[in-house]
């Protein structure tokens, strides 16, 4: 059974900094792309960023552009999400997805993806 199983999450003040990681069980993903996504409370998954396969391709949303940053180690199986210079705004679920299909452009849209991870709490305090 293949599980992305994300971490790292927690409360941290606005301004702060957190890591979150996600590594896939049951498989390795080193083909395909990977996307971080959210969900706050109301509102829809909306998507934060997503890196290429190789990890030399990323991209991000305009609300977290130049505070956030994804990468990946395909050795260690592993994907992270650096967050800097948090804000109250940030604050959601935020969900680990792999790209149904090895080797193909980057997407935005939660329907590309087919792996999802549980969730790991974020939660910004003012």
């Not at 509102?43 to 396969?53: D, G, I, N, P």
């Not at 999400?81 to 604050?91: A, G, R, V, W, Y």
């Not at 997805?97 to 452009?105: E, L, Q, V, W």
Request: with cysteine; glycine share 10%.
């Amino acid at each position: 059974q293949v599980q992305l199983v994300e971490s790292g999450g927690g409360l941290v003040q606005a301004g702060g900094s957190l890591r979150l990681s996600c590594t896939p069980s049951g498989r390795t993903f080193s083909s395909n792309n990977m996307g971080w996504f959210r969900q706050a409370p109301g509102k829809e998954r909306e998507f934060v960023a997503a890196v290429s396969w190789n990890g030399v391709t990323t991209y991000y949303a305009d609300s977290v552009e130049g505070r956030f940053t994804i990468s990946r180690d395909n050795a260690k199986n592993t994907v992270y999400l650096q967050m800097n210079s948090l804000k109250p705004e940030d604050t959601a679920i935020y969900y680990c997805a792999a790209d149904k299909f090895p080797h193909r452009g980057l997407s935005v849209y939660p329907t590309a993806y087919d792996y999802w991870g549980q969730g790991t709490q974020v939660t910004v305090s003012s």
